[in-house]
């Protein structure tokens, strides 16, 4: 009797790093003469990319032109029913459906695995963008995101701030996201502002942090600033304005 034993889960692979799919039979002995297939399923195609012929002890393996160098057996593993596939450089586009058909004379079995691809995404930074209002604008930049991240912004205490924030996530031609997340920081509030990036699949996060002096704060706002200039300039327009009344007034008089 052979049986493979059926995944767990899905497998999570990160782009540019290799993954392991597994396959594990359940024998006592591993028949040498067996025969291996794996199949992947896109979103737009199938492809038988690699077998393994144990009649064939000359060339066992075929490799599809697609994965070229980028799968390979643990042959050595066979005898203890470990069946497996490494699957090198992971790629956006490997995200789908892999079977794993086992033959061994007239008995066949096979199973289904999902792979899931993510991103890491690169490192975090946060800049001042200069007065806003009564506040400071803060701007976060990240890159190479996948899939969508969350995004949070957050004071020195871990609580959350969501007042003025905007957050934008362009999925960039090679299918990963790029993060600009922009937020305005009070007067009054904690100084201490970090903006972590979250990737749910993997559970891992990159976070940058900074800490606003009060000086950078405008002393006045834009509005103040404006009525400051403009009343000056409206006391001497009424001024000369009662100076030439008065002159008049005067010439009249004479």
């Known amino acids: 009797q052979y049986k493979i034993i059926p995944p ?43 077998s393994y012929d144990g009649k064939n002890p000359h060339n066992p393996v075929l490799e599809d032109k697609a994965y070229q160098g980028r799968t390979e057996f643990f042959q050595l593993e066979f005898i203890k029913g470990n069946v497996s596939l490494h699957l090198k450089g992971v790629q956006l586009s490997d995200r789908g459906q ?18 899931h691809v993510a991103a890491e995404g690169g490192e975090v930074s946060v800049f001042l963008d200069g007065p806003v209002g009564w506040g400071i ?36 031609s090679s ?13 009054g509030s904690d100084k201490e502002v970090s903006c972590r990036i979250t990737n749910n699949l993997l559970n891992t996060s990159s976070e940058s942090r900074v800490l606003i002096s009060g000086d950078f704060f405008p002393s006045t706002s834009p509005w103040m600033r404006a009525f400051l200039v403009m009343f000056p300039l409206s006391a001497a ?18």
């Open 137 to 172: 604008g803060l701007t976060c930049k990240s890159q190479g995101w996948f899939p969508e991240p969350e995004v949070v912004w957050m004071n020195s205490k871990g609580a959350v701030e969501m007042d003025k924030v905007t957050t934008q996530n362009h999925r960039t």
């Open 98 to 115: 892999y079977s794993c058909g086992v033959f061994f004379e007239n008995w066949y079995d096979e199973v289904v695995l999902d792979l």
């Open 175 to 187: 299918g990963v996201f790029d993060v600009l997340s922009s937020m305005t920081l009070q007067p």
């Open 8 to 50: 767990e889960g899905p497998v999570i692979g990160v782009v540019g790093r290799g993954v392991i799919l597994p396959c594990q039979l359940k024998v006592d002995i591993t028949p040498e003469r067996l025969v291996v297939q794996w199949t992947f399923t896109g979103s737009t195609a199938r492809t038988e990319m690699i």
């Open 237 to 254: 327009v009424v001024g000369f304005a009662v100076y030439k009344l008065i002159r008049e007034y005067l010439h009249l008089q004479h």
